[in-house]
């Protein structure tokens, strides 16, 4: 279930990947291409605030101070290969969607002609 807070933290995720693309000179972007850049980020910061969590936990702490940030950066590389997998699957459903949708077209369009 999505409580009112996640879902105000994705729309506030939403705006600021929104406001780095315009930053970077994008002026445009396809809804996709963005939502899919959030998913990203969102999942990105996640596993960062958990291995942040982790190390305060293992100084015997219960809140993230900022040496467990720094410590989580050097930790925490970007993983390319899931990165390439994800967008790989998302490649994947797309096409199958298109052709979902060709086929309704052409027999739309068959349908027509009879």
């Given at each position: 279930?999505?409580?009112?807070?996640?879902?105000?933290?994705?729309?506030?995720?939403?705006?600021?990947?929104?406001d780095m693309l315009r930053i970077q000179g994008l002026d445009k972007a396809n809804s996709q291409c963005v939502l899919l850049l959030v998913d990203i980020v969102e999942r990105y910061m996640?596993?960062?605030?958990?291995?942040?969590?982790?190390?305060?936990?293992?100084?015997?702490?219960?809140?993230?101070?900022?040496?467990?940030?720094?410590?989580?950066?050097?930790?925490?590389?970007?993983?390319?290969?899931?990165?390439?997998?994800?967008?790989?699957?998302?490649?994947?459903?797309?096409?199958?969607?298109?052709?979902?949708?060709?086929?309704?077209?052409?027999?739309?369009?068959?349908?027509?002609?009879?």
């Amino acid at each position: 279930m999505t409580t009112p807070s996640r879902l105000f933290s994705q729309d506030l995720l939403k705006i600021a990947v929104a406001d780095m693309l315009r930053i970077q000179g994008l002026d445009k972007a396809n809804s996709q291409c963005v939502l899919l850049l959030v998913d990203i980020v969102e999942r990105y910061m996640s596993k960062l605030a958990q291995q942040a969590q982790r190390m305060a936990e293992e100084s015997g702490r219960t809140h993230v101070n900022y040496l467990d940030l720094l410590s989580t950066f050097s930790l925490v590389p970007v993983d390319v290969q899931s990165l390439e997998d994800y967008i790989k699957a998302l490649n994947l459903q797309k096409t199958k969607m298109q052709e979902k949708l060709k086929g309704k077209e052409e027999v739309g369009a068959t349908t027509a002609a009879v």
